[in-house]
């Protein structure tokens, strides 16, 4: 059995799901990093969160959500560099990374690649048999991420 570490990134909040292969989850939360700090201090924060996530657990692949172009250019930057620091991260570990559009990994979980939020915070709690649902959202997107990547990897 395989560990999975799905990452929704974000210079905000980056969610994080990690489970055992195919669907015993092990921890999922979020990284916050001050939005009071100068956005090179929440990339740091960034990722050396990720890789404190990967020296606990261990993960054989990465899961990460594929980046698309916001209407602002400037917060489809932001949104890839940190990306860009699970991408370090993993390459750093050796660890392969899989990339999936939001779409893909909605279609995973729900079974329709336009389902909302609450949709796949539902469908996640039901398939991982999770007493509440997963919070925040950004959780709930990395589950599904690694549940996708777990699915594709089969």
Do not use: W
Not at 76 to 94: P, Q
Not at 100 to 121: I, L, T
């Amino acid at each position: 059995m395989d560990i999975i570490l799905g990452i929704d990134p974000g210079t905000r909040i980056t969610g994080y799901g990690i489970l055992r292969t195919p669907l015993e989850p092990i921890d999922f939360g979020c990284i916050r990093p001050p939005p009071d700090l100068p956005l090179e201090m929440r990339y740091k924060i960034l990722f050396e969160g990720i890789e404190s996530l990967i020296e606990k657990h261990n993960p054989a692949a990465i899961a990460v959500e594929s980046q698309f172009v916001l209407k602002n250019a400037q917060s489809t930057i932001k949104l890839g560099m940190a990306k860009g620091m699970v991408l370090l991260s993993a390459a750093r570990h050796n660890i392969p990374v899989y990339e999936y559009a939001p779409k893909k990994a909605k279609q995973a979980v729900v079974g329709k690649g336009q389902a909302s939020k609450f949709q796949v915070q539902k469908m996640i709690q039901s398939l991982l048999r999770l007493p509440s649902l997963p919070e925040p959202e950004d959780a709930a997107d990395a589950l599904a991420l690694a549940i996708c990547c777990s699915h594709n990897l089969r």
